[in-house]
């Protein structure tokens, strides 16, 4: 046993740890088999998703974050690596008015076309008076989150999370669980028969495949973008 550890588990027995100083140990310890896929410091994990190459305009690092500029171009980035069972975790904010999303199972060779955890601001974008399943959180065009999910203004930092286990896929929103659906179910399968993804082969299915961060020409910030690859536990 480490010393660190012992006298850690000394002081708890002697009463002079508190809960929150366990509860901050458990969370220090799970996030010890996260992955950081940008720290605020690198974009080494990331490529263009046509060219392979991290574009060279468009998406910037700034303040800690990576930050994609407003018309600036640059195309969506994604991924180095593909992930199929996963718990993904990043904390994003737009500007008014702004649209973006964080998409997953991304297979390369059929262009930015996944499922999308949608960001956007849902007040000014007219993506969000389009209906529920086009606004923040939802499985975009098929699935919509709860009507009652925690959203910050634009501006502010939101906490999202994409946690895919065996067939089951759910989306959180500061800390909610706002949508949770099966793969492959026929809740999913009649949804995607009315949404634009229609025609799409392998879709509503579990992929290895990239995540993306979108370039939809308006300005987001993305930081503390963290995986945990669960197909390998």
């Known amino acids: 046993?480490?010393?660190?550890?012992?006298?850690?588990?000394?002081?708890?027995?002697?009463?002079?740890?508190?809960?929150?100083?366990?509860?901050?140990?458990?969370?220090?310890?799970?996030?010890?088999?996260?992955?950081?896929?940008?720290?605020?410091?690198?974009?080494?994990?990331?490529?263009?998703?046509?060219?392979?190459?991290?574009?060279?305009?468009?998406?910037?690092?700034e303040g800690n974050c990576l930050k994609h500029n407003a018309k600036a171009g640059g195309g969506d980035i994604?991924?180095?690596?593909?992930?199929?069972?996963?718990?993904?975790?990043?904390?994003?904010?737009?500007?008014k008015g702004a649209n973006s999303g964080v998409k997953y199972f991304i297979i390369r060779d059929r262009g930015s076309l996944g499922h999308e955890y949608q960001v956007l601001d849902d007040e000014n974008h007219p993506d969000g008076a389009k209906?529920?399943?086009?606004?923040?959180?939802?499985?975009?065009?098929?699935?919509?989150?709860?009507?009652?999910?925690?959203?910050?203004?634009?501006?502010?930092?939101?906490?999202?999370?994409?946690?895919?286990?065996?067939?089951?896929?759910?989306?959180?929103?500061?800390?909610k669980n706002v949508l949770t659906y099966k793969l492959g179910s026929d809740e999913v399968k009649a949804a995607i028969a009315k949404s634009k993804f229609k025609n799409l082969k392998v879709f509503g299915q579990r992929l290895a495949g990239h995540i993306l961060l979108q370039d939809h020409g308006d300005a987001v910030w993305y930081r503390n973008i963290r995986i945990r690859d669960l197909s390998k536990n």
């Open 1 to 61: 046993m480490k010393l660190t550890t012992y006298i850690f588990s000394t002081l708890v027995l002697m009463g002079c740890v508190g809960s929150a100083a366990l509860a901050e140990k458990k969370k220090s310890n799970k996030e010890k088999r996260f992955v950081y896929l940008f720290d605020g410091t690198s974009t080494s994990h990331w490529m263009n998703a046509k060219t392979g190459k991290f574009p060279d305009k468009g998406w910037v690092i």
């Open 78 to 95: 994604i991924t180095k690596n593909k992930y199929e069972e996963f718990d993904f975790r990043f904390e994003w904010k737009v500007s």
């Open 131 to 175: 209906g529920a399943n086009r606004q923040t959180a939802a499985f975009y065009d098929v699935l919509e989150p709860a009507k009652d999910k925690p959203i910050k203004q634009p501006g502010k930092f939101n906490s999202s999370r994409i946690l895919v286990k065996g067939n089951t896929v759910k989306h959180f929103l500061n800390g």
